[in-house]
């Protein structure tokens, strides 16, 4: 079917939390529960901390390949620095996602019980301020993730900080995304599609062209938030806390049209995740008898992470995948 844009997704302003709580977490709610989508403008995050971050990720890119490969983690799942260009394939897909990035992690203390599975992050010392610039933009996606979560739990009926104990130190990471050019003739799509791993997904940088969601009439419609807005949508782990009241939507990044493929895409997705020994268990409030309980079986963060990091191709530790 043709692409057709969603003028029904409406930017929130977040500013409404706080004079109208329950209001704000209707409009946010609905808006997953329709779409698993959301977007979000007046966040609070400074725009001249964005404008910094964007600067420094075309810095970052525009190295030369050898360098950009000395910050490559092999057989480290791309959890921290470098991930090349063609790596990373969506599941199900045949052909890799045509591009590379940049993952920035949760800096943790020294001998912190989380440290086996959270590995210290890679800074690259060709770009001055990288390491200042973008350890204080995640602290800004986690303190806007932990509003948006605030949100959630409201609609759910759940208490407002129900979220805040299992997104402590949570293995939440950064993603700097490069979509470089791409030939008139170049198969397959910037990022096939997909669904998300985690609780929520904040990303910055979707005004540029090209993400698209699969609605559920099977019509691909084209996300176009407000200069400056975060997308927001729904990750596995929240579709499977909530038995699928809150759907994990498919999406993906299509290949402009030929005479801007010349240009490059960047964006920047906050993976928000809970704690690795955070255990996903079905809500109760999310079971009924018109919607049975999907996932009987509770299943850790970190194991629900690792199977999908096998289906991508950046995981191969010989475990189950799925």
Partial sequence: MLDTPTPTLDALSLE????????????????????????IKDHGIDAALIDRAWSL????????????????????????????FGIETAKGATENDLKEFWHVGRELPEGHPYSDVMPPNLWPAEVPDFRETFLALYAEFDRVGAKLLSAIARYLKLEPDWFVGPVRDGNSVMRLLHYPPVSPEAPGVRAGAHEDINLITLLLGAEEAGLQLLDRDGRWLAVSPPEGALVVNVGDMLQRLTNHVLPSTTHRVVNPPPERRGLSRYSMPFFLHPAPDFVIETLPGCIGADNPNRYPEPLSSQEYLNRRLRTLGLLNDGGPAG
């Fill in 16 to 39: 409404m939390q706080s004079g109208d709580p329950d209001s704000f977490a209707q409009a946010f709610g609905t808006s997953f529960q329709r779409y698993g989508f959301g977007v």
């Fill in 57 to 84: 990720t075309k810095a970052f890119f525009d190295l030369p390949v050898e360098v950009k490969k000395k910050y490559h983690l092999a057989g480290k799942a791309g959890a921290r620095g470098y991930t090349p």
